[in-house]
């Protein structure tokens, strides 16, 4: 069983909330990925939906161009929008 | 509680209100606790991460449905026994499970043909219990019949992936399935105390349930492309409590702590 894939996990706790990465396991095809997901991670009442993908097919970016990716947004504050003064009874934005 | 007519015949102090409804319950305790120790003792030894937690999941369903069981069984019977003394100083001649579930786990293939024969019958039967007229009956059938649902779809899946897998695990299913055969009928076969209640329309007779047990068992079988086992044998006795050796030897091990140490809590 050592050739069983390994899928990537999503878990949406509540509807109204996005699918969030809950880790992996293995498993031999997409349905057994679902219930393996449904017994690994949503034993405490965590879920409502489960999305499950390969993890093959996750592309990810290469931590050695972090720099290159990430640091040039650093520095640009005025892409926040905390220039503002916002009402109280906006609320929370 | 419902009151049954025959309660004339049980007046004396020593018999619980409704001996067959007393009985029944505790059979189907005694089948949910047999059957989730087994699928305990799976616990670390899965055959990979993933399945160790399914199995060890169904194991914890099925004695979440035990207790509820075992709960109502001491109160019907109103002597102040308790769940635990109910599943813990009980022999084995007094545990009336059927003996599919007491068959010990074998390979994981034998897991799969117990789990699945017994599921077929579980998931119809709970069915029916859901509109018993008894309350308790059918209360605990509302909570059950989600949990087995599941059990069913898990242990039919299995029987497919590896019926339908290689030829080893074919091999093996096939294995599983003929040695279990024999024990599947039991569940269907009413003991006395059964059929005082079906007679009494508090829980569903076998031929209310029969068509959709085969069906489940024959596409199953027919769909994971392994052979219907044709051995006409059927083993039965659990429910007087007859058991096969294994059951002993199980209970041997739940039971330790409280007879060594009569009384122990955590």
Redesign the interface.
Known sequence: MKEWPLWEVFIRSRNGLDHKHVGSLHAADWEMAIENARDVYTRRNEGVSIWVVESKYIHASDPEEQDSMFESARDKVYRHPTFYDIPDEVGHM | MLRFPDEEIHSDMNQPASPSLFQFVLYMADNCLVLGHRLGEWCGHG?????D??MT?ISLDLIGQARLYYQYAAELEGKGRTEDDLAYLRSEREYTNALLVELPNGDFAHTIARQFLFDAWHLPFLKTMLSSPDPGLADIAGKAVKEVTYHL??SR?WVL?LGDGTEESQLRMQVALDEAWMYRLELLMPAPFEQWLIDAGVIAGPDEIREEWERTITDTIREATLVLPEDPAVQTGGKTGIHTEHLGHMLADLQYMQRAYPGLEW
């Open positions: 055959p990979v991460l993933e399945q937690i399914a999941n779809k898990w899946e992936r």
